[in-house]
C-alpha cells in the first residue's frame, strides 16, 4: 500500500521554496527566480523504511506584508518544510511567525525549519549562535542548498520519518 502525504511548503518570498521542490523533485536548479502565485503541486515517490510514501507538496506562495498566507491550503497538511534563506535574517523570524500562525490553527502538523542558501555561507546574516539557540527551543534546523542540492534530500526525508511516526 502506497501511503500519500500532502507537504506545504512555507516561507518567505524568494527564500528558494521552489527551487527546493526542483531539486528534490527533478533534480534540477534553475537561477532565473520565478514568483510562485498561489499554489503548486508536485509528488515525489520515496520509500522510508518499511513504506511507499507520496508526498504530494504544496509549493505555497511567500508569505510578506503584501501577500498572506492562506490558511485553507493547508487543510489536509500532514508536514511542513518551514523554509528561510540564511542571508536574510528577517526570513527565518518570519518562518517561525509562520510556524507559530499554523500551529494555533486547526492544521497543526510536524514541520522541518530548512535554512536554504547554504552555497552563500559567506553572506549568511543567521550566525551559528541563532542556529543555536533554535536547538536550545527544539528545533533540528537543517541547512540546505537548492542550488548545489546539499541538505535537500536530507531535509524532505527528515519531514517524511516525523509524518510517519518514525522520527520526533
Request: charged letters at 30%.
Amino acid at each position: 500500500m502506497i501511503l500519500k502525504k500532502k507537504v506545504c511548503m512555507l516561507g518567505s518570498f524568494s527564500v528558494g521554496k521552489t527551487s527546493l521542490v526542483r531539486r528534490y523533485t527533478e533534480a534540477l536548479y534553475q537561477d532565473q527566480y520565478l514568483t510562485t502565485v498561489g499554489v503548486k503541486v508536485s509528488k515525489k515517490a520515496i520509500r522510508v523504511g518499511d513504506d511507499d510514501l507520496t508526498m504530494v507538496l504544496w509549493d505555497l506562495a511567500g508569505d510578506d506584508e503584501f501577500q498572506k498566507l492562506r490558511i485553507d491550503y493547508l487543510r489536509g497538511a500532514n508536514g511542513y518544510l518551514l523554509v528561510a534563506d540564511g542571508t536574510r535574517r528577517a526570513t527565518l523570524d518570519k518562518a517561525l511567525d509562520i510556524h507559530a500562525r499554523v500551529q494555533a490553527s486547526p492544521h497543526a502538523a510536524p514541520a522541518v525549519l530548512v535554512v536554504n542558501k547554504a552555497d552563500l555561507a559567506v553572506d549568511w546574516e543567521v550566525t551559528p549562535e541563532m542556529l543555536e539557540e533554535l536547538h536550545g527551543r527544539g528545533w533540528e534546523p537543517l541547512q540546505s542548498s537548492a542550488k548545489t542540492g546539499d541538505g535537500v534530500e536530507e531535509a524532505f526525508r527528515a519531514l517524511a520519518e516525523m509524518m510517519l511516526g518514525q522520527k520526533k
